[in-house]
């Protein structure tokens, strides 16, 4: 009785292990998509502004005017990168955090088993 006990348990903790694989597997797949959507809106967003940085650029009247506008375009850009890479960055580690959540849960499952036993 003993052994079918510890069979039912072992059997038990195999399907809790599947099912926080599934529910890791689900939530990484969830962020990708996520991540996905945020590259090509930057994707499209990095066209928009350098055809607008065509234009700004085309427009000057003067080698002056020119370095002017083009000092500008280059501190935004470098602005708008550093901000868009904290939030890219913050994404990713959501992401990785919450996949991995269900994982960790089974980990310290099996590790308050042996402590138990």
């Known amino acids: ?5 510890n069979i039912d348990q072992l059997v038990s903790f195999g399907k809790d292990n599947v099912e926080a694989l599934v529910k890791s597997s689900s939530l990484a797949v969830k962020g990708l998509e ?18 607008a ?4 650029l085309s427009s000057a009247k003067s080698p002056t005017e020119f370095q002017s506008i083009y000092n500008d375009l280059a501190k935004n850009n ?4 550093i901000a868009e890479s904290r939030k890219i960055q913050e994404l990713t580690n959501s ?4 996949s991995v959540a269900p994982l ?4 310290q499952a099996l590790q308050s088993m042996y402590k138990v036993a």
């Open 1 to 5: 009785m003993v052994q079918n006990a």
């Open 34 to 51: 996520e991540l996905s959507k945020v590259y090509a809106a930057l994707a499209n967003q990095s066209v928009e502004q350098t055809s």
């Open 104 to 107: 960790s849960a089974r980990v």
């Open 53 to 56: 940085a065509v234009k700004a």
């Open 95 to 98: 992401l990785v955090t919450s």
């Open 78 to 81: 470098f602005e708008q990168f």
